[in-house]
């Protein structure tokens, strides 16, 4: 098998199991408005949420928002039956990306897109709807895959497969870990969603035929393409591809850092791009804080002082390891609150019930890692917690102290809340001059100042926190 002379290395991709589909994705705006529990304090809050739909025609009449669009979809040449899945899901207009990307897309002859268009602006509409325009639903055999990095990711957009699919007989299947009984020989499902290492694994036993697959798309390119984690399993699936025709490859992602952009053009040779600038990165509805704790043992105290703010919308807390996750989160269950934890080193049943238990707002609070740092869609989420910053790779650094923010996944990370024009808040904890200085070097890169709050004034604070989601 031809390969790239990129010389690659690549850890096991972060994956787990079970063929059960996520809950369906939310069908309406108003759906960001959350049930809780209304006490006065918290009115405010969750008015805000439901204020924010309200305004969403405004915004996508505003040609600086990323939710502009001067098109409807009716325009951008899609098939009946995928205009009525995409109203059945409550969408009335396109988004910029959507509106832009989606004819593009569908010319023919096919041409490679890389697309980038800040969290939670719809990107994943215009690859699904990709896929399924291409597919041939008379033959049964896989004509479309594609790779997301987590199992968590994978099974939301296949949610989105499954609605926006609704009206077409389309049949998917997904490639991620345990999920195919024992024994399967053969999918003849049209469109394949999964994690890299799975579907290599698959393709290679020949489970999965791609004989006939003319669409091919990464979602969260940049982190599928890096060549220090799953760039490797990527470029096996892509090496595995029919030569005899062409393939459509498509990559999406909010952020392309300058090392991998190289790599991409070469991934997806003569795409049409669509770019961001530096300063554009970041979407303007989700307000930055900071909090300066004295230690990292005072980091806990203030989260669970801010307990009751966590709980009023939804919140996803992100520590950089596992045992830091588990560790807070069965500290605050054995202090009387409701918390969820969930991680990679969990079983991929259980973690497949944390996500959907929160999905449906089963539990309000999620403690986690880098795992769902990307992609995941949940209108609710008003609050994400940076419990520790997220760091490069700790391991490539000689001197702890020089240890650098990871701009990309911070910027992912906050992207978790404020989805499609919704307000959010995402709070920082900082409390030594290492971490003062890694968030400095995050407000230096996005661009986006980021406001203190202080530890010791829980009224003030509450009263920033509700001022900002208003
Ligand atoms: N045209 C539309 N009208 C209304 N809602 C939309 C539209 N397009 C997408 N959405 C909704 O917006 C939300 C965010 O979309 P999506 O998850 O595709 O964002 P994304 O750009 O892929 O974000 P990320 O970079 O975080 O992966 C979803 O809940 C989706 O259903």
Known sequence: MEKDAEGF????????????????????????????????????????????SVTLADQQANPTSPLHSVKTFEELGLHQDLLK??????????????????????????????GQSQSGTGKTAAFVLTMLSRVDFSLNKPQAICLAPSRE????????????????????????????????TNVTAHIIVGTPGTMTDLIRRK???????????????????????????????????????????????????????NFANKFAP?????????????????????????????????????????????????????HTADRISQRMTAEGHKVASLHGAKDAQERDTIIDRFREGKEKVLITTNVIARGIDILQVNMVVNYDLPL?????????????????TYIHRIGRTG????????????????????????????????VRIQTTDLDTMEEQMKKALK
């Not at 609605?163 to 998917?172: N, R």
């Not at 989260?303 to 919140?315: A, D, P, T």
């Not at 490069?392 to 990309?408: K, S």
């Open 9 to 52: 290395y690549a850890p096991a991709p972060a994956e787990a199991s079970s063929s059960t589909p996520p809950p369906p994705p939310a069908a309406e705006l108003t759906t960001a408005k959350t049930e809780v529990t209304v006490t006065e304090a918290t009115t405010d809050l969750i008015k805000s949420t439901f204020d924010v």
């Open 85 to 114: 899945g995409i109203y059945d899901m409550g969408f009335s207009k396109p988004s910029k990306i959507q509106e832009r990307a989606l004819p593009l897309l569908l010319a023919n002859p096919p041409q490679n897109m890389i």
């Open 153 to 184: 990711l994978a099974r939301q957009i296949m949610s989105v497969v499954v609605a926006m699919g609704k009206f077409t007989p389309v049949q998917t299947e997904y490639a991620i870990k345990d999920n195919l009984p024992r024994g399967t």
């Open 207 to 261: 489970v999965i035929d791609v004989s006939e697959v003319k669409v091919f798309v990464l979602d969260e390119a940049d982190n599928m393409l890096d060549q220090d984690g799953l760039g490797e399993q990527t470029l096996r699936v892509k090496n595995m591809l029919p030569r005899s025709h062409p393939v459509q490859i498509i990559l999406f992602s909010a952020t392309f850092p300058d090392n991998v952009r």
């Open 270 to 322: 003569n795409a049409n791009k669509i770019e961001l600038k530096r300063n554009e990165l970041s979407v303007t509805n989700i307000r930055q804080f900071y909090m300066d704790c004295k230690s990292e043992e005072h980091k806990y105290d203030v989260l669970v002082s801010l307990y009751h703010l966590l709980v009023i919308g939804q919140s996803i807390i992100f520590c950089q390891h596992r």
């Open 392 to 408: 490069l790779n700790e391991r490539d650094h000689g001197n702890r102290n020089d240890v650098r923010p990871d701009i990309e």
């Open 419 to 450: 989805r499609f024009g919704r307000k959010g808040i995402s709070v920082n904890f900082v409390h030594d001059k290492r971490t003062w200085s890694q968030m400095e070097q995050i407000e230096q890169a996005t661009g986006k100042h980021i």
